[in-house]
């Protein structure tokens, strides 16, 4: 396998580089993406994880506030259906193979 049968790819996921073999489209060798740590102070870095925490918080709220909201939803649509069940009563159920 020469070098020019080959190409090199980079994961949008996670930075890493893969050498991937054309002939066969295998992934034939791969290099891990740089580290990328930073060298930040406590201060900082306490900083971060506060904004951090506040963001977690954020989203969490958020999960709290749709699912009570798709309880409503779902319950609202159960009426509906219940209700036009109960209209449509005497319709008797088609199967599908009955449609034939």
Do not use: G, Q, W
């Amino acid at each position: 396998m020469a070098n020019d049968e080959s190409f090199y790819v980079t994961c949008p996921h996670c930075n890493a580089v893969l050498k991937i073999d054309s002939e066969s489209k295998v992934v034939v060798s791969s290099e891990p993406p740089p580290s990328s740590k930073e060298e930040l102070s406590f201060e900082e870095r306490l900083k971060k994880l506060s904004e951090e925490k506040k963001t977690a918080e954020a989203k969490f709220e958020e999960s709290i506030r749709t699912e009570k909201s798709k309880k409503e939803i779902l319950e609202k649509k159960f009426k509906e259906l219940s209700e036009k069940a109960k209209e449509t009563k005497d319709v008797p159920f088609k199967k599908d193979i009955d449609l034939d």
